[in-house]
């Protein structure tokens, strides 16, 4: 290359476009580890579904991740016990959802109970008892409640918060940061109850994205050589 040909080149097109390749490049491998992270995500939460209800003490004797087992749990007067109320919807309806607070395994938990849909007026006696409830239950983190959602109001809730539920139910000390969601009824006789845990929803567009910034990648290395050439002939 003579000394009029590099004054002529083109370098800071070719510098910038060599930072942007470098990122577009960057970002679709880190999707691409995202994917393989996602997959193997999905693959543990399946797998922990999978296995049979064991009790919550052997579960955390395990160690381990937990989340999305099932367990048993003995809650003292669950049945009766005070709740919250937590705004949803469920397969298209809206309702409530009550949540409890649980001593199990030395550890307070929040335990959510089930579903009541909006058109159901009654509601569950609250009394203090030392009867045990017997339920089986899964292990889940839920996301925290999102900068719009509305702030509670008493012992109605809009977001799953567990530490102001635990407040708001008089717990003294610590609360679990994971959630018991009962897939037994801690209150068999009232049919209105509906327990549940929300179903596993793992987005998985990695693959997708990762195409994307490749393609992208591919795009501007192509218009690059193109531009280059043109400016070669010109």
């Known amino acids: 290359m003579t000394s009029s040909e590099r004054a002529r080149f083109p370098w800071v097109l070719t510098i910038v476009s060599a930072l942007a390749l470098a990122v577009l490049t960057g970002l679709g491998v880190w999707q691409v580890r995202r994917l393989a992270w996602k997959e193997g995500l999905i693959a543990a939460a399946e797998a922990a579904a999978a296995k049979p209800a064991v009790p919550l003490t052997q579960v955390l004797a395990e160690g381990g991740d937990q989340e999305f087992r099932k367990v048993v749990v003995e809650c003292p007067g669950l049945e009766t016990a005070p709740y919250v109320e937590l705004r949803t919807i469920q397969d298209g309806e809206p309702g409530l959802r009550l949540v409890s607070a649980c001593r199990a395994a030395e550890r307070t938990w929040l335990v959510d109970r089930g579903f009541v849909p909006e058109t159901i007026s009654a509601r569950l006696p609250q009394a203090p008892s030392e009867t045990v409830t017997r339920i089986i239950a899964e292990i889940r983190t839920a996301p925290p409640p999102g900068p719009m959602t ?33 897939l037994t009824s801690s209150n068999p006789r009232w049919l209105a109850l ?25 795009a501007l290395a192509a218009v690059y050589v193109a531009l280059l050439r043109r400016r070669r002939k010109s």
């Open 194 to 218: 509906k327990p549940s845990a929300p179903p596993v929803a793992f987005a998985n567009n990695h693959l997708g994205y990762a195409l994307t910034w490749f393609g992208l990648a591919g």
């Open 150 to 182: 509305p702030p509670a109001e008493g012992r109605m809730f809009y977001g799953r918060d567990n530490d102001a539920m635990a407040r708001a139910l008089g717990v003294q000390g610590s609360v679990e940061a994971r959630t018991l969601y009962a």
